[in-house]
């Protein structure tokens, strides 16, 4: 009898898709995809994909940039309720107000923010690529840094460019306390810190290498040592396995971030059969979206 995983393989060539994976997903997922990664190596692979269909794997805005990327494509996001946690109803009113007292100000947003936001935007950012976004904008430019509190001053700190953050933060990072990565140090001596940035600033200063989710896995991979405390969603630590076998990962607290652990085989293969749910980002948003989206793209 033919198993889920066997049907997700034939619907997949019966529909000519790709299914795209965040980092984040639970490890059967992230065995199904065809591309597993951060949320920059994800929108870089949904604008170049030739599959008639994407199943995104992930948060829904991730899954709205696909669709932006490749509005020709179907964009399926088989969990249609993962949504992200700094995600909030009012955000692009709260943007918008902001503007028309600032008209000087020049919008910066995360992956993390819904298509209207990314349409006010001047360019969009990734953790991966916040820095460089954030260099490639004239130095005495003052810029609305939405939504993430803490990965806008990690980039502060790193460019000195003249950020002005938004209040708010993603808690699944937000919530790691310098005691816990005091006590995984202790409990480690000999294993260095990989974390993400959008961890607070004084949970930060204890870590060896900040950066994203495939940031992570890079320097773990290319690392002579052996031993890591990964500071950022334990999805990261399925891609950890897999390209470092012989090496150990100890969590440095409890980081899970719940919408991205709503995606089933079950539901995959839902979308597949029915090709619902879609995500569809409605033009004009889209066609402005896309500038800050592509203009992000372009920043080598
Ligand atoms: P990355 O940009 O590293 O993929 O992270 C996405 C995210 O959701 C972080 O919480
Ligand atoms: Fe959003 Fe945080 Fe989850 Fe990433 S980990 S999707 S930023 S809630």
């Given amino acids: 009898m033919e198993d889920l995983y066997d049907a997700i393989a034939r619907l997949k060539k019966e529909r000519n898709a790709v299914i795209l994976a965040h980092v984040y997903q639970p490890e059967e997922i992230q065995e199904i995809a065809d591309f597993c990664g951060d949320s920059f190596g994800l929108s870089q692979e949904a604008a170049r994909t030739d599959a008639d269909v994407i199943v995104f794997c992930g948060v829904r805005f991730m899954a709205e940039t696909a669709n932006i990327l490749s509005p020709d494509k179907i964009t399926l996001l088989p969990a249609p309720d993962a949504t992200c946690r700094m995600f909030d109803d009012t955000l692009e009113a709260r943007v918008k107000a902001v503007l028309a007292q600032h008209p ?10 819904p298509a ?9 950012c990734t953790s991966s690529n916040a820095v460089k976004v954030v260099e490639s904008l004239p130095k005495d430019q003052e810029l609305l840094f939405v939504p993430d509190q803490d990965l806008a001053s990690f980039t502060a700190e790193q460019t000195h460019a003249r950020i002005i953050p938004w209040q708010s933060a993603c808690p699944t990072h937000f919530n790691l306390t310098v005691e816990e990565v005091e006590a995984a140090k202790k409990a480690h001596p000999g294993a260095l810190v990989l974390m993400h940035p959008e961890c607070r600033p004084q949970v930060r200063a204890l870590a060896d290498y900040v950066g994203s989710t495939t ?3 890079k320097y773990a991979e290319q690392s002579d040592r052996e031993e890591f405390i990964i500071a950022t969603e334990c999805g990261v630590l399925t891609q950890l396995a897999w390209k470092c076998p012989h090496k150990k990962f100890y ?5 899970v971030c719940p919408n991205m652990k709503k995606t089933t085989l079950e539901k995959v293969k839902q979308a597949l059969e029915t090709l619902e749910p879609r995500v569809v980002v409605p033009e004009p948003i889209a066609e402005k979206a896309r500038v800050a989206l592509e203009r992000m793209l372009a920043v080598k």
């Fill in 104 to 113: 000087e100000y020049k919008v910066v947003s995360y992956v993390n923010t």
């Fill in 116 to 124: 209207s936001v990314k349409a006010l935007s001047e360019i969009c």
């Fill in 215 to 217: 940031g992570i896995v």
């Fill in 251 to 255: 969590m440095a607290g409890d980081m």
